[in-house]
């Protein structure tokens, strides 16, 4: 059974850095892309960043180019989103998502607010 669990919330002010984690479990993750989405308050989910298999190509919505970074470890089926410069409208629930060939699938979130 695929499970994604996210960590690494949390409430900090404008300014500050979070690193969120997602730990996956129940297949081997390594030739998929993974990614990250968030969905604000009275939004919708929208894509956040992207990484391909080995790690060698990223891709990231404009507003959080240059200040957030996705990194995965294959080893340990861990994808990780590294927030810096964080502002008070990157407050949202983010989850991390991979697409297997048989479905897609999500955890259930991490909070993360921001101050101002």
């Known amino acids: 059974q695929v499970q994604l669990v996210e960590s690494g919330g949390g409430l900090v002010e404008a300014g500050d850095s979070l690193r969120l984690s997602c730990a996956a479990s129940g297949r081997t993750f390594s030739m998929y892309a993974m990614g990250w989405f968030r969905q604000a308050p009275g939004k919708g989910r929208e894509f956040v960043a992207s990484?391909?298999?080995?790690?060698?190509?990223?891709s990231y919505t404009d507003s959080v180019k240059g200040r957030f970074t996705i990194s995965r470890d294959n080893a340990k089926n861990t994808v990780d989103l590294q927030m810096n410069g964080l502002k008070p409208e990157d407050t949202a629930v983010y989850y991390c998502?991979?697409?297997?060939?048989?479905?897609?699938?999500w955890g259930q979130g991490t909070q993360v607010t921001v101050s101002s």
């Open positions: 990484i391909n298999w080995s790690g060698g190509h990223t």
């Open positions: 998502n991979v697409q297997l060939l048989e479905g897609n699938y």
